[in-house]
């Protein structure tokens, strides 16, 4: 009696879990949610085409209230939260990933700040590193000033905001084009509506740190295409930011252009040009994340002259 009269009382959270191979770690997070002391949540689980056993452990929860599994064919992690997200009822929506683990009261926490806030705040908090059985304590809080320009050089992951649904419905959810970073780019399209992230200091879930065959090596041979995709990613942000964003976004993309040439001129790609240009045409401020240093060293020395020197003695 209690239970229902919870659910009745506080605004339903929908938990969103994609998951991929994952039998070593599914069950677990899912228990992590279950083990919340609030209970007005539902769980959407989207398998992505698992060629292991995560749809067997996931039998499990066919038949317990409030839990939905999906599955689709392979399309990636922004496609699953897609469809969750389409599938949702909640007034808040929370992603989390099969391999990671809410803390205890979480939901609850960051329901009640929520609530009190105005409705264009979206609460977030900071995370646990976990290894093993060793956690480390990482703080996600912006810097003060613009939030649009700082989401573009601070990444806030996915799991640590307890998003509002209507927000996230306007904007259309992930951006399906993005294999990996779609995070960064969801909190800035956000971040661009005129929307207000506002950090709560306490850890909302823990990122596992594992070995997986899963992952993805970055090989030398391939850093060249890795850093073009960056890149990609960056055009893929500016062509939908909407026009509420807060400070100067423009000067935090051509930091990220400057960066990509800096690094495509030391492993010897002669691409590097190409983003040097870009820099310097998003934005006449371009140099505003430069360090002081390194502003005085370009200036009088020049690119190619500072770059050899860094890609020397490896430094930065």
């Known amino acids: 009696m209690k239970k229902t009269e919870s659910f009745i009382t506080f605004p339903l959270v929908t938990i969103i879990i994609p ?11 899912i228990d992590s949610v279950l083990k919340q002391n609030y209970s007005s949540i539902e769980i959407i689980v989207i398998d992505d085409g698992s060629t292991d056993n995560t749809v067997e452990k996931l039998r499990k929860y066919e038949a317990t209230e409030h839990i939905y599994i999906l599955q689709q064919d ?3 992690a922004c496609v699953a939260r897609n469809k969750g997200l389409f599938r949702s009822k909640g007034k808040y929506i929370k992603f989390l ?8 009261f979480i939901i609850d926490q960051q329901v009640q700040l929520s609530e009190t806030l105005d409705s264009n705040a979206i609460v977030y908090g900071d995370y646990y590193l976990l290894e ?48 990996n970073g779609q995070e960064w780019n969801l909190h800035i399209r956000l971040s661009s509506e005129g929307y207000l992230f506002y950090h709560q200091s306490i850890p909302i879930f823990c990122y596992r740190i594992h070995k997986s065959p899963n992952r993805i090596t970055n090989m030398k041979k391939a850093e ?10 960056v055009e893929m942000t500016i062509e939908k930011l909407s026009d509420n964003f807060s400070g100067d976004p423009n000067a935090a993309f051509s930091y990220k252009y400057w960066v990509i040439a800096r690094k495509l001129y030391r492993i010897g790609d002669n691409r590097y040009k190409d983003f040097i240009f870009k820099a310097k045409n998003v934005s006449n401020n371009y ?18 002259a500072v770059e050899s020197y860094y890609r020397l003695f490896k430094k930065h």
């Open 19 to 29: 998951c991929f191979n994952s039998e070593d770690f599914i069950l677990e997070c």
């Open 287 to 304: 140099q505003k994340h430069w360090k002081t240093k390194n502003k005085f060293l370009f200036k009088l020395f020049g690119f190619n």
């Open 97 to 104: 990933d099969s391999d990671d683990l809410l803390e205890p």
């Open 132 to 179: 093993g059985n060793r956690k480390k304590y990482i703080d996600t809080s912006l810097p003060d000033g613009g939030q649009t320009e700082l989401l573009v050089l601070h990444d806030i992951l996915t799991s640590t905001p307890l998003h509002r649904k209507w927000m996230l419905d306007k904007i259309s959810g992930f951006d399906e084009r993005f294999r």
């Open 74 to 76: 392979n399309q990636g």
């Open 224 to 233: 060249g295409n890795n850093l073009l995709y960056e890149a990609k990613k």
